[in-house]
């Protein structure tokens, strides 16, 4: 009689568990990606391997920061699906909804939330800090929101001679255009830049690619590609620790 209802409850209770486990599981088109990741995660087609038809597979996209919505070789930092400020690549790292503009209901529009330093997760007004990190060492900037890395890439600091100060700054000043010139250099419009100490800025680069390696007077050079999204996201008073 035991063994009865041992069984009973395997059937009643396991088993649907078991295969509503391996439902979720299933990748019905193949392409990296499960049926449940493609309508809860990403809102591509579960039967289609390649719902934006640019010859590249869904999983494949996603894998390498491509929008799979978006053809045209869109980054996933570049395109917005549901219009809300906050760009697919940090909805999907946040965890924040790709087709739902305002993700906890509060009536802010997520990227404005983001924008502002609140957690887009959250309907209470909570803040999330916000921190921008430089390793002189390692040539490279990462910034943080929250918990969550939303970019980390190469940068190039002052060179020897004019070496990038270390220390505990914030943004003072966000000046989008700026002429940077001096004896020998003579750099107009270049875009993106955040003041960290008079005179010192992070700023976009145009005039060269040598990313990794020092090469400035004194400033944090970052490429355009990179710098665009960080110069929107930090605020007056955001954190630059530099070392
Ligand atoms: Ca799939
Ligand atoms: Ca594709
Ligand atoms: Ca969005
Ligand atoms: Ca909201």
């Known amino acids: 009689m035991r063994f009865f209802y041992f069984i009973l409850y395997i059937t009643i209770f396991v088993f649907p568990i078991i295969v509503q486990a391996q439902v979720l599981d299933i990748d019905t088109d193949n392409d990296g990606l499960s049926d449940e990741q493609e309508l809860n995660i990403y809102f591509t087609d579960p039967k289609n ?25 869109k980054k996933l930092i570049q395109v917005d699906s549901d219009k809300d400020y906050l760009n697919d690549a940090w909805e999907i790292i946040l965890g924040t909804g790709l087709m739902n503009p305002d993700s906890d209901y509060d009536k802010f529009l997520d990227g404005t939330e983001v924008a502002a330093g609140y957690d887009p997760l959250d309907s ?55 002429h940077y010139g001096g004896v020998g250099y003579n750099y107009p419009n270049t875009k993106w830049n955040l003041q960290f100490k008079p005179s010192f800025f992070v700023h976009g680069a145009y005039w060269h690619n040598k990313f990794g390696q020092t090469m400035s007077h004194g400033c944090v050079n970052v490429a355009y590609e990179n710098m665009e999204a960080l110069y929107w996201w930090a605020q007056i008073g955001t954190p630059v620790i530099i070392e």
């Open 124 to 178: 209470q007004p909570n803040k999330l800090p916000k921190t921008i990190k430089i390793s002189l060492t390692k040539q490279n900037l990462t910034y943080t929101f929250g918990e969550k890395t939303l970019g980390s890439f190469p940068i190039s600091s002052g060179v020897k001679t004019m070496p990038t100060p270390k220390g505990n700054f914030t943004v003072l000043a966000k000046i989008p255009v700026k």
């Open 49 to 73: 391997s390649d719902t934006d038809g640019d010859g590249y597979l869904d999983g494949e996209e996603i894998k390498n920061n491509y929008s799979p919505l978006f053809g045209d070789k």
